[in-house]
């Protein structure tokens, strides 16, 4: 009784503090077995009576100290027992208080016996019949201990108990169908058959064997159904789960349905009343799917000390990883007073070992959508840059080189007239169009820059940044040796890039300098704009048109845009893109 109440439910002393209550237990109920079995005398019926093993004094009074040691150790061990019971209820969990409470429930029943045993003695005097009620009363009263274990395996699923139930009632419906169609056919025909003077005894046991042999299968398949729907409900077995688990994650499903499945199935396995799929992305936890559909998702989180998820209300969180790389977590919420059993344990943690794959596949899922969704616009956002430049070429054709061409014609009139009548007037003329269709060029040129510049074509990225940079209203170095030819687009890429980023330094980066750097390292070109000006805050605001554009073109190339800034720190701007080097151009 003593390691009962010790070690009762969970089969595991409350702490290591009460070791030292075990083995004063143990060692007293040697001794005082010992002692009692090699005391010189035994006291039956409050009669001393010689003992035919016992030791004669005076070695014999050492197992009566034995004895009487052992009982107090016993008695003391019992005593701290109950004090445990205390120490392990203030620290334990709800279902196993509820555990407790039908011990603690049995052992009031039994002082509640006793007394009522002496009280009945007292009443009814000395005899037989109130010797046997008190008998009965405090034998009957100890039958409770192990009923209220009973109790509490079955009502809380202690100790795995589902398994056991389960074989006991499968294998008993087995051995009393075989035993139904032994006593059916051998005793029951046998005995119809013997009325008529005939023996068959032999041939009946034949075909006794032969009808459970055909029909065991299908009787255990029918009993297994039965005993898995008594002992887990409508709930599927373990074995089950995991098959439909495996069977619903390699099915043809969209990959939207996948997690919502996962969650349905880690709910029904679990009989769990709410179940949640969280997915990690860039550091923080998103609840990505939900069972039952109608309850709303938790709010996007953080991991906390050790990496652990914390779920509000969860009974149990488990990590989902793949490669050893955390990809997201399993989380159940049993009903009030509900807890997960070790068959349920056991299965979160496989179906969470068979779930890495999947988060991972879902993963690169959504990655390659959100890729495709940044390509699809930033190809709008292309196309309508284009749109917008066009519009600009036209307009500066338009306002100004059109214009100066028509002015260029309307004077080439004038001139015409003055012909052979007024020679001033026709120097005059022909000294504005001169210099008038000077201008036309120089604008002409400036906007073929714009759209393609002669020197970037001709002579490649350094030359044309250093051109560009003499011109800048900021200081700027370029440094930019052994950089190669590369193809057109590259270098049209990284140029414009360039000069967006120092369009951006002199507009609003109130810096004194400012400085390029191009480098490459194996098949990446990178480059680099920095300043010393005022800087400030990416994260409090988007990219804006200009270095979106920059981001655009670079992603065209299968590139991409860093920033790096700060207040009062200037700013940064870093490309890299995958370059082929044209070894033959010049």
Known sequence: ??????????????????????????????????????????????????????????????????????????????????????????????????????????????????????????????????????NALSNGAVALIPIAIGIAIFRYRLYDIDVVINKTLVYGALAAFITAVYVAIVVGLGSLIAQHGARAGFWLSIAATA??????????????????????????????????????????????????????????????????????????????????PGEPP???????????????????VLPVRYQGEVLGALAVSKRPGESLTPAEGRLLADLAAQAGLVLRNVGLWEQLTARLEEIRASRQRLVAAQDEERRRIERNIHDGAQQQLVALTIKLNLTEGLIGTDPEGERELLAELRQEAASAVEDLRDLARGIYPPLLAGEGLPAALRAQAAKSPVP???????????????????????????????????????????????????????????????????????????????????????????????????????????EAVR
């Open 1 to 134: 009784m003593v390691f009962v109440v010790l070690l009762f439910p969970t089969g595991h002393l409350p702490s290591r503090r009460w070791r030292p209550v075990a083995w004063a237990a143990g060692v007293g109920l040697a001794a005082w077995v010992l002692g009692n079995a090699f005391a010189p005398r035994l006291i039956t019926n409050n009669t001393p009576t010689p003992n035919p093993i016992g030791v004669a004094s005076p070695p014999g009074n050492l197992f009566v100290i034995l004895a009487v040691g052992g009982g107090v150790l016993v008695a003391g061990a019992g005593l701290a027992a109950i004090a445990s019971v205390v120490f392990r209820y203030l620290r334990a969990r709800a279902v196993e208080r509820e555990q407790l409470k039908w011990l603690v429930y049995a052992g009031a029943l039994i002082v509640i016996a006793q007394l009522a045993g002496l009280m009945a003695a007292k009443i009814m005097g000395p005899g037989n019949a109130s010797t046997n009620l008190q």
């Open 211 to 292: 009808v459970v042999a055909v029909a065991f299968q299908p009787v255990r398949a029918r009993v297994q159904h039965l005993a898995n729907r008594l002992v887990y409900g409508r709930r599927a077995t373990p074995y089950e789960i995991l098959a439909q688990f495996a069977e619903r994650t390699a099915g043809t499903y969209a990959t939207e349905e996948l997690l919502p499945r996962m969650a349905r199935t880690l709910a029904e396995g679990t009989g769990a009343r709410r179940a949640d799929v969280w997915l990690r992305a860039d550091g923080a936890f998103r609840d990505d799917a939900t069972w039952p």
């Open 298 to 316: 938790f709010p996007e989180t953080h991991a906390g000390p050790g990496g652990r998820l914390a779920v509000p209300g969860a009974d149990r």
């Open 476 to 582: 700027t170095s370029v440094d930019a040796d052994d950089i190669a030819r590369y193809p057109q687009d590259v270098e049209a890429a990284v140029y414009f890039c360039i000069l967006e980023a120092l369009q951006n330094v002199a507009k609003y980066a109130e810096a004194s300098s400012a400085r390029v750097r191009l480098a490459v390292s194996g098949d990446e070109l990178r480059f680099e704009v920095a300043d010393d000006g005022a800087g400030f805050d990416p994260g409090a605001k988007a990219y804006g048109t200009g270095l979106q554009g920059m981001a655009d073109r670079l992603s065209a190339h299968d590139g991409v845009l860093d920033v790096r800034s700060a207040p009062g720190a200037g700013t940064v701007v870093t490309g890299r893109l995958r370059i082929r080097v044209l």
